[in-house]
Nanobody
Framework: QVQPVESGGGSVQAGGSLRLSCEAS????????LGWLRQVPGKELDAVGY???????KYSGAVKGRFTIPKDNAKKVMYLEMTSLKPEGTDMYYC????????????????????WGQGTQITVSS
């Protein structure tokens, strides 16, 4: 499988918006689950949300209503559209993939995905 590749990180002020992209050419077009996960310094990795091949999405309670995960099947790209960003400092966002599978039963199962991107950094300042 081809490793997912994230892009779109940067700095933004609290309350602003940002969109991340994940090139997932090795997955979109077949049966898969793609996810966005976040690493906050000093805290455990946690799930932001997932999308599977039929377009079903799940979001963590922390981002529900503010973040969405659309995908473009033609471009083989998944996105993370973030609004009302909170001043949480600098976080790393990872795109992860699991082929031939649907979404995990629990958002807490961050080890569900065998394929990970290198991550992209976001800084939200107050």
């Amino acid at each position: 499988q081809v490793q997912p590749v994230e892009s779109g990180g940067g700095s933004v002020q609290a309350g602003g918006s940002l969109r991340l992209s994940c090139e997932a050419s090795g997955y979109i077009g077949s049966w898969y689950c793609l996810g966005w996960l976040r690493q906050v310094p000093g805290k455990e990795l946690d799930a932001v949300g997932y999308i599977d091949s039929d377009g079903t999405t799940k979001y963590s309670g922390a981002v529900k209503g503010r973040f969405t995960i659309p995908k473009d099947n033609a471009k083989k790209v998944m996105y993370l559209e973030m609004t009302s960003l909170k001043p949480e400092g600098t976080d790393m966002y990872y795109c992860a993939a699991k082929p031939f599978s649907g979404s995990p039963s629990s958002l807490a199962n961050v080890n569900y995905f065998p394929e990970w991107g290198q991550g992209t950094q976001i800084t939200v300042s107050s």
